[in-house]
């Protein structure tokens, strides 16, 4: 919904589903409403990739940056989930949020045990990526990811 990616020629894509996906953004809408996009979504479910730090320029701190997300995660109707990325073990908590103040189910994911869903043994072999994924502990899966060299014309 953002940026034109040139080897799109759009900004979008349509399906045949009935689910729609869209990119949040936590940059204020506009000079008259300093408020973040995101907060004019009404999500069904989120998921949360990353927190990093961004748009010192609207957030002063760390803290009011998190407490955007939070707040975004309190749009998510009871019905809904939230799977946030969390980097390390012991970090699995949506925004820096307690998860006894959440009403919504969540689940987490990333390369640390701790987490939820947790993808491991990472092999590269020419342009095929294979790896794991366990849900809760057990094997989910051994997937494979093929991946041309887009580098070399």
């Not at 069904?44 to 009011?64: K, V």
């Not at 809760?136 to 580098?151: H, R």
Request: glycine share 12%.
């Amino acid at each position: 919904m953002g940026g034109v990616a040139e080897n799109f020629g759009k900004s979008y894509g349509l399906g045949g589903g009935e689910e729609f996906i869209l990119e949040g953004d936590e940059y204020e809408t506009a000079f008259w409403d300093r408020g973040p996009k995101f907060f004019h979504y009404h999500p069904d479910d989120l998921i949360i990739t990353s927190l990093e730090y961004d748009h010192a320029d609207i957030y002063p701190d760390f803290e009011t940056y998190q407490l955007a997300f939070r707040r975004l995660v309190n749009l998510v109707p009871r019905r809904g989930r939230v799977v946030i990325w969390a980097m390390r073990k012991n970090r699995a908590r949506p925004c820096g949020a307690r998860q006894k103040r959440l009403f919504v189910r969540w689940k987490t994911y990333g390369f640390s045990e701790g987490n939820d869903w947790v993808a491991s043994g990472f092999a590269i072999d020419g342009e095929t990526m294979r790896f794991r994924v366990a849900h809760a502990g057990a094997l989910f899966g051994e997937f494979e990811w093929w991946q041309p060299d887009v580098t070399t014309s």
